[in-house]
């Protein structure tokens, strides 16, 4: 299941709880937060692994973490790691 998958439905379970009153506002927004930090650092993961073509040869080494910075990053849509 990819980080967007995982995400949709994690959310849809929480608007079910939601709406059948197993969780006020608050919960539902703290348990969104949650779900959402946990999609971007699954996603993240998801492309550094796709970017490694052959991460037993040392000239990959950390060439997936330096590509997620330089595209993502930069462009403010996530915080450096």
Do not use: R
Request: one cysteine or more; aromatic letters at 14%; hydrophobic letters at 35%.
């Amino acid at each position: 299941m990819t980080s967007i998958e995982n995400f949709a439905e994690s959310i849809g379970i929480l608007y079910v709880q939601f709406m059948n009153g197993q969780l006020n506002l608050n919960e539902f927004e703290l348990e969104f937060n949650k779900e959402y930090q946990q999609a971007k650092e699954m996603h993240k993961q998801e492309i550094i692994d796709a970017y490694h073509t052959n991460p037993q040869e040392a000239k990959w080494k950390n060439i997936g973490i330096n590509y997620y910075n330089e595209t993502f990053v930069s462009k403010g849509s996530a915080k450096d790691c």
